[in-house]
């Protein structure tokens, strides 16, 4: 049973909810109100854990509103209601931090269905830790890494954000021991398939076959073993114009990947659209690769504010500058400056090691483990992952489980004699 607030300024509307909800037994009202102002103070004392708002309020933006509950708690989630449902409405609820929208008028059984798909929406959380959560009134505290989900991206192509995501997982993985998810969301241009060389005719598109709508999506059949133990999601070889995924697919695949990972990086295009946006609002770190080119610095600047203006802060980005040449006519803090960000993490020019590793097909923190570049992602792991802690040889001879892995690439874990990792369930961190 959750804890249930309304907002709404019309009375008959709230009225209708209060008595729905009381009439239902299936969860408690925790508190309602009219006015913006009150209801905020009441949501901060009352610590619901679902708020019903109206977002056509006539005397405040519900937008902002929303805004300021998420940034207080990531634990309660919004329904967002509104009499208007076109395609603006609804980008302003979800870019806002709603979790599911709700158009008007609406009956009864739809009330409740949205109240329950935003609950399971909440990121992180089983139906059973959520019920236990909600029956002890205590909010579930945070797993023991802060980033689950890390989106890898870039302002512009040739930034290195797919070699980098791809290291990432994979030393998550091998180093790290973390049962470890790779998606490759650029459908169009995909680099996972080629830079893993993954020869397998499966692909994130084909899972759209039997997907309709809801929180959850079936990963089985689809998941494709990959190096070091890092499962893949990988793009088609060829796009498939005439199956694109929907953001409502990409949602439910990331819901459903937190209950089955322990880590999950995903390689996003440099495109905006809505599904870009999806992965970005539901992962817990953005990765933004740029590097120290005049051209790649003003880039970053422009996407860093089209994520602004979707509703996506700069506290959730970690800037990385890649390729950081000596010679650039740009300093670091020339850098930070034009961003408008402190730099997160920079990596060498090290043309040699990354063009073996990428026209080898092995990624460089498993061929040169102790190269500057794997030294770097290394960092970048602890980083995201505070408990990250490398491996120490059970051969006793550097580089060898790194070998293992490259060699075991591609074949399913069952037959290369690994242990199975127990996988690890938890909460986001607020």
């Known amino acids: 049973m959750a804890r249930i607030y309304i907002l709404d300024d019309s009375p ?15 969860h408690e009202l925790s508190g309602s109100s009219s006015r913006p102002q009150e209801a905020l103070q009441q949501i901060e004392s009352l610590h619901p854990d679902v708020i019903i708002i109206d977002l056509d309020l006539k005397d405040a933006d519900a937008a902002s509103i929303i805004r300021e509950v998420r940034r207080a708690t990531s634990w309660i989630v919004i329904v967002a209601m509104s009499a208007n449902d076109d395609d603006a409405t609804l980008e302003l609820a979800r870019g806002a931090g709603a979790q599911e929208f709700l158009p008007k008028p609406f009956a009864r059984d ?30 579930p505290q945070g797993p023991q890494d802060n980033y689950q989900v890390v989106s890898v991206t870039g302002p512009k192509g040739g930034t290195g954000a797919s ?5 990432l997982a994979l030393l998550a993985s091998q180093e790290g021991g973390r049962h470890t998810l790779l998606i490759d969301l650029d459908i169009q241009h995909g680099s996972l398939r080629r830079l893993l060389r993954l020869e397998s005719t499966k692909s994130i598109d084909s899972m759209m076959d039997g997907f309709s709508s809801g929180p959850d999506v079936k990963l089985q059949g689809t998941i494709v073993p990959g190096p070091a133990g890092v499962s893949v999601l990988l793009a088609p070889s060829i796009a498939n114009l005439q199956r694109p995924l929907t953001y409502d697919f990409v949602e439910g695949l990331i819901t459903t ?23 970005l609002r539901a992962s817990d770190r953005i990765l933004l690769i740029s590097s120290t080119t005049d051209l790649s610095v003003h880039a970053s600047q422009a996407t860093i504010a089209m994520y602004s203006a979707y509703g996506i802060s700069k506290d959730h980005l970690a800037y990385i500058l890649n390729r950081s040449e000596v010679n650039s006519d740009l300093s670091a803090t020339t850098v930070e400056s034009l961003a408008g960000l402190d730099i997160f993490l920079q990596f060498p020019y090290d043309p040699i090691v990354v063009s073996a590793s990428v026209n080898r097909g092995v990624p460089f923190v498993l061929q040169k483990p102790d ?51 127990k996988r690890r369930f938890g909460f986001t961190k607020s």
């Open 12 to 26: 008959t509307a709230l009225s209708n909810i209060e008595r729905a909800l009381t009439a239902s037994g299936m």
């Open 110 to 139: 739809e009330l409740f269905g949205a109240i329950e798909s935003a609950l399971r929406h909440q990121a992180a959380v089983t139906p059973a830790e959520y019920d236990n959560a909600v029956q002890t009134n205590q909010q």
């Open 163 to 167: 070699v980098i995501a791809a290291n």
């Open 257 to 279: 990947a937190r209950r089955s990972f322990d880590f999950i990086v995903i390689d996003v295009p440099d495109a905006i659209d809505a599904n870009t946006l999806t992965a």
């Open 371 to 421: 190269s500057q570049m794997a030294r770097k992602v290394r960092e970048l792991a602890q980083k995201l992952l505070p408990s990250f802690i490398r491996k120490a040889s059970e051969e006793g001879e550097e580089g060898v489980p790194a070998l293992a892995a490259v060699q075991n690439a591609g074949v399913p874990a069952s037959d290369q004699g690994r242990k199975q990792k």
